[in-house]
């Protein structure tokens, strides 16, 4: 099976900052890695597929890059909507595999 | 308008069955493979199982095989999942979801989820 790693597991940061999350594969994943955005009692929602392809109607504050085994998805100036819990996800191969997600929180 | 709509969630004790459901309207359901994903409370997301459009491939996590069964109505566009054999590790909110088209294969859209209490 495929691990994906997340880091930092959590992160303050304030309205307006840059900031970068970062999700590792055990095994190159070429760019099949997808990033998705969970608030609180709600079912996560697409933000980025193939690695750094955004969703139309995302912000174009995200943005994400990577190839192979290490990615990364920044949101260049936070806005307060953005604070919740990120997850990376390999759809490279099954079993899919998350990553333990990035916990947002406003400094 | 995509929708998924899940149900059958409940409480059930340890050794018990469930059978979730999915309903999907506002996209032909039969052209999409159709996942479910599950999230125990406070934790991160878990893939459980996925079945091909045409109902005849299916995947499972290795935590859930011999034990869960995915599966598919086409005709009443419904997702289900039949859970056996429960253990208390299988409490979470169950969420269907549905893949989107390309390569990729995200999950585009997602269901509210339903809430499986298992209680040892």
């Known amino acids: 099976d495929i691990q994906m790693t997340q880091s930092p597991s959590s992160l303050s940061a304030s309205v307006g900052d840059r900031v970068t999350f970062t999700c590792r594969a055990s095994?190159?994943?070429?760019?099949?890695l997808n990033w998705y955005q969970q608030k609180p009692g709600k079912a996560p929602k697409l933000l980025i597929y193939g690695a750094s392809s955004l969703v139309s109607g995302v912000p174009s504050r995200f943005s994400g890059s990577g190839s192979g085994t290490d990615f990364t998805l920044t949101i260049s100036s936070l806005q307060p909507e953005d604070f919740a819990t990120y997850f990376c996800q390999q759809s490279y191969s099954y079993p899919l595999t998350f990553g333990g997600g990035a916990n947002l929180e406003i400094k | 308008e995509v929708q998924l709509v899940e149900s059958g969630g409940g409480f059930v004790q340890s050794g018990g069955s469930l059978r979730l459901s999915c309903a999907a309207s506002g996209f032909t359901f039969i052209r999409y493979d159709m996942n479910w994903v599950r999230q125990a409370p406070g934790k991160g997301l878990e893939w459980v199982s996925v079945?091909?459009?045409?109902?005849?491939?299916?995947y499972y996590a290795d935590s859930v095989k011999g034990r869960f069964t995915i599966s598919r109505d086409n005709s009443k566009n419904t997702l289900y999942l039949q859970m056996n054999s429960l253990r208390a590790e299988d409490t979470a909110v169950y969420y269907c979801?549905?893949?989107?088209?390309?390569?990729?294969?995200?999950?585009?859209?997602w269901g509210q989820g339903t809430l499986v209490t298992v209680s040892s």
């Open positions: 079945m091909s459009g045409s109902g005849g491939n299916t």
């Open positions: 979801a549905k893949y989107g088209t390309g390569s990729y294969a995200p999950f585009d859209y």
């Open positions: 095994q190159s994943i070429s760019n099949y």
